[in-house]
């Protein structure tokens, strides 16, 4: 009877080893990891965080490839045409995978059909702020004010179609407040107006808010996560003021649908690695990021369920590029 059950037992511990082995063997080749925004920017700090330590970890040089366009469309099409033979990967965010096949008729690529999730890696959060010349410290009392000056209740965005625009539309309808969204052309002219009192308020990502809101030049008044941000612990959640309201944002690596499955898998499990690594982890918090430990299973159930949450939002927007 030991027998049996000792030649089992060897046998996954064979089969363990194996694939140990197999994840540690170096990959066929460099691995190119396509970004579709310019160097410095959050999609690429995900990029180049995780980089650094895959490609140690692969065995192989780890290159970073900004092609930049169409916000992030541009890298969407070029990485899903790359060959099976190719060790390519993608890192985008919900703009590209949820958001822009929603609203473009020709998007030039399928998210569901031209890619396959390997890890989702980071949240971020949406943050809705005031000027210090609106005469409001909470989230009730903005609302109030909105409905009782709707010439004035115009919410900045640092562009139209993004997620803090559609975020933006979420808050007046949760809120039933008619609001007017602002586009602008990134969050440095929308901070200066913000600062300045010529746009009342704003919604933007966390880490672009902060450093303003640490100098006392603007007020958070609510941040859009399940609970309270560790990078600003004295911010309540829509929820805990008064709003049945969550959101985040996030960044994911993404496999050309032509990549083996077997190396899908082998990408994932060393990615996975990578961001149980403290050090990379610590990289992630300073950049005001949360990191994220995910599978590919658990990946693609994270995108399903933020489709159906953003979904509606956009489509009900009318939003037309």
Same mark, same amino acid.
């Given at each position: ?20 082995? #197999? ?23 995900? #990029?180049?965080? =995780?980089? *650094? ?10 290159? =970073? ?33 949820? =958001? #822009? ?8 690529? *399928? ?33 109030? $004010?909105?409905? &009782? ?18 975020? @933006?539309? /979420? ?16 969050? &440095? ?7 300045? @009192? ?48 969550? &959101? ?26 990578? /961001? %149980?690594?403290?050090?990379? %982890? ?16 658990q990946t693609a159930a994270m995108l399903k369920a933020y489709r159906a949450q $953003?979904?509606?939002? =956009? ?7």
């Open positions: 009877m030991l027998i049996p059950t000792l030649r089992r037992s060897l046998g996954l511990i064979a089969a363990t080893l194996l694939a140990g082995a #197999a994840f540690a063997q170096p990959l066929d080749g460099p691995l190119r990891i396509i970004v579709g925004y310019a160097p410095g920017g959050a999609t690429d700090r995900v #990029a180049r965080i =995780v980089g *650094d330590k895959l490609g140690p970890k692969l065995g192989v040089p780890v290159v =970073v490839d900004n092609k930049t366009g169409a916000g992030g469309r541009l890298a969407a099409q070029q990485a899903k045409a790359v060959p099976a033979g190719q060790n390519v990967l993608m890192v985008a965010n919900p703009a590209v995978m949820v =958001v #822009a096949p929603l609203v473009f008729k020709d998007n030039g690529y *399928d998210p569901e059909r031209d890619f396959v999730p390997v890890s989702h890696v980071n949240d971020y959060e949406f943050a809705l702020s005031v000027s210090t010349a609106v005469p409001v410290r909470e989230l009730p009392h903005l609302l109030a $004010w909105m409905r &009782a000056n709707p010439d004035k209740a115009n919410v900045g965005v640092p562009a139209t179609g993004s997620l803090p625009h559609f975020f @933006g539309l /979420m808050v007046g309808e949760k809120a039933k407040v008619q609001t007017q969204v602002i586009g602008y052309r990134g969050s &440095a002219p929308l901070l200066t107006d913000l600062i300045g @009192g010529q746009v009342p308020i704003a919604v933007d990502t966390l880490d672009v808010v902060i450093p303003q809101y640490q100098a006392g030049k603007v007020r958070i008044l609510a941040m859009s996560g399940s609970k309270r941000s560790p990078f600003a612990p004295d911010v309540p959640t829509f929820k805990e003021a008064g709003l049945d309201l969550t &959101a985040l944002g996030w960044n994911a690596f993404f496999a050309p649908a032509s990549m083996p499955r077997d190396k899908v898998a082998r990408l994932a499990q060393a990615i996975r690695e990578v /961001m %149980q690594d403290p050090e990379t %982890q610590r990289r992630f918090k300073e950049s005001m990021m949360t990191p994220v430990v995910s599978t590919p299973e $953003w979904a509606p939002v =956009v489509q009900k927007s009318g939003y037309q590029p």
